[in-house]
């Protein structure tokens, strides 16, 4: 099984920063993507960024010069920093985790979720 758990969301004031982590765990053999999605009310959970185990990282046009996706495939964690937040970053935050378990191929998984409130 995968234990996924993201921690860090809170309440700040539109302009500041937030820094959100997740940690994997559990009886995997590899993981080769993480990363953060989010829904607001009303919408479907849309991407914010992810890493891949090369080091690739993709972003969402709104996430872009203001966030960062940071991820250690050896501690099996992965932090996503938020900048400049606007009231519009306002969200449940998932961490999604692409993992293998043995005799089985890559699936996701997804933590229960992190609220971000951004205050004007």
């Known amino acids: 099984q995968v234990q996924v758990e993201e921690s860090g969301g809170g309440l700040v004031l539109a302009g500041e920063s937030l820094r959100l982590s997740c940690a994997v765990s559990?009886?995997?053999?590899?993981?080769?993507?993480m990363g953060w999605y989010r829904r607001s009310p009303g919408n479907e959970r849309d991407l914010v960024a992810t890493?891949?185990?090369?080091?690739?990282?993709v972003y969402a046009p709104s996430a872009k010069g203001r966030f960062t996706v940071s991820g250690d495939f050896a501690k099996n964690t992965v932090d996503l920093q938020m900048n400049s937040l606007k009231t519009d970053d306002a969200a449940v935050y998932y961490c999604?985790?692409?993992?293998?378990?043995?005799?089985?191929?890559?699936?996701?998984?997804w933590g229960q979720g992190t609220q971000v409130t951004v205050s004007s």
């Open positions: 999604r985790i692409r993992a293998k378990l043995a005799n089985r191929p890559f699936t996701d998984y």
């Open positions: 559990g009886s995997f053999e590899a993981v080769s993507l």
């Open positions: 890493i891949t185990f090369g080091g690739v990282t």
